[in-house]
């Protein structure tokens, strides 16, 4: 670079009084830094971008293996999916760990150069999947893969953790933890103001759970599998006024993973891409008092965002995959999406719709209710959906799945992400 005259205190570069040469020759600014003309910059692309590998490590009861050994499975089985060599990484997102996702990136053997450890809770996942698509679609990265694995269960029975979640009692959610904090209460609240204005009932909320069970029975890798009844949900022993415990989901141990490429590289992979055709963000409170309708989901604005991107209506859809802790998070979250409208999920959940075989076949794995629920459900929910598109799901197949709405949900409603996927 050229020389630096020493500038005084108080005194200004001077600026060149002659006129750039042309816009294309290299110059110097006034700090001697060379600026590259606009016609010699990187020209970023615009591509498509496709799911190529999924996969569950494994999940359930699994007491003999760590959430890096999880993660280990899920991401060997993912790429081994999608046809593509560890080698060939260059994207890794991930929450585990120390320095996340760079200790995990080190076990798993990864070096990648574009990386991200987003953390918010359960809808991190389908955040992940817009900041990747957008890095590939923009050129910056060409394999992106998200993996998450979780011993809660395991942790629990051997007293390595406790079984209630504290989010702390610092900054502004301190104003709110003198009331109780545990998840499910806010979610309880949820609740009681949405048969308080539009006449849910509990019989509508139980039949959440109901539906998932039902699908859950055709899934041999579900958690619980046994139908249940609304009678049953109803009895079942109360935690949270009015949620019973079949009102919340399970505790489990598990994880999965999730390969990304551009269409250029996903037709030389193993399966027939599922692409990204549209996402979606959002975010909403951590304190209660903050949250300006507790009957509305942040996804009203996150689900808004990926079906008009997709080009797409929720009419559309085949199949609906979205979090489930709680009972009313799914009728909340088929309100926000435009399944139906608000205040109408209690009566859209009733006639088996959301079971396999119904109108609208929703957490078709099971769910977090029923089938898997480690901590942070998002990524299996992009898995089943993935597999769905591809006809992978045996008995509880929807036929002809075309387009598949993914809806994350974290916290008490603090957030949310929706991805629309489809295939060819």
């Not at 898995?383 to 809806?407: F, S, T, Y």
């Amino acid at each position: 670079m050229g020389s630096r005259r020493n500038l005084g205190r108080g005194q200004r570069a001077r600026l060149p009084l002659t006129s750039p040469r042309s816009e294309d020759s290299e110059q110097l600014s006034a700090f001697g830094h060379l600026i590259t003309p606009p016609t010699k910059r990187r020209v970023m692309n615009n591509r498509r971008v496709a799911i190529v590998g999924a996969a569950t490590s494994d999940c359930g009861r699994v007491d003999d293996k760590t959430a890096f050994q999880l993660n280990f499975q899920g991401t060997k089985r993912a790429l081994a999916d999608a046809g593509i060599d560890k080698s060939e990484v260059d994207g890794f997102m991930s929450v585990t760990g120390t320095l996340p996702p760079v200790e995990l990136a080190e076990y798993l053997g990864l070096r990648p150069n574009w990386v991200d450890s987003t953390a918010h809770g359960g809808s991190v996942w389908e955040f992940m999947v817009e900041h990747a698509a957008a890095a590939i679609s923009q050129g910056l990265v060409e394999v992106v893969v998200l993996t998450y694995g979780s011993t809660q269960r395991a942790d629990l029975k051997k007293k390595l953790r406790m079984a209630n979640l504290s989010f702390g009692t610092r900054g502004p959610i301190q104003f709110a933890a003198p009331f109780g904090h545990p998840v499910g209460s806010h979610y309880a609240m949820v609740a009681r103001r949405h048969m308080h204005e539009f006449g849910t009932t509990i019989e509508q909320l139980a039949e959440v759970a109901v539906s998932t069970r039902y699908n859950a029975g055709f899934n041999p890798d579900a958690y619980y599998r046994d139908p249940i009844t609304i009678d049953d949900v109803i009895d079942a022993p109360m935690v949270w006024d009015p949620l019973t415990k079949l009102h919340c989901c399970i505790r489990s141990d598990g994880g999965g993973s999730v390969v990304l490429t551009s269409e250029e590289r996903a037709r030389d992979c193993a399966k027939a891409p599922v692409w990204v055709l549209g996402t979606g963000e959002a975010v909403s409170h951590t304190t209660m008092s903050e949250w300006d309708d507790f009957t509305e989901s942040p996804c009203v604005r996150s689900g808004k965002l990926a079906f008009a991107r997709a080009g797409v209506t929720p009419q559309e859809i085949d199949t609906a995959q979205v979090y489930d802790a709680f009972t009313p998070m799914v009728i909340l979250t088929l309100e926000g999406l435009g399944f139906c409208q608000k205040g109408e999920g209690g009566a859209f959940v009733e006639d088996g719709r959301l079971r396999v075989g119904g109108a609208l076949p929703t957490n078709t794995d099971g769910g977090g209710l029923s089938a898997c629920q480690p901590g942070m459900r998002g990524i299996f929910l992009l898995i089943e959906a993935v597999k769905q598109l591809r006809n992978e799901c045996g008995d509880r197949q929807v036929p002809e799945a075309r387009l598949a709405c993914v809806n994350g949900t974290s916290g008490w409603f603090s957030a949310a992400g929706t991805v629309i996927l489809g295939r060819d």
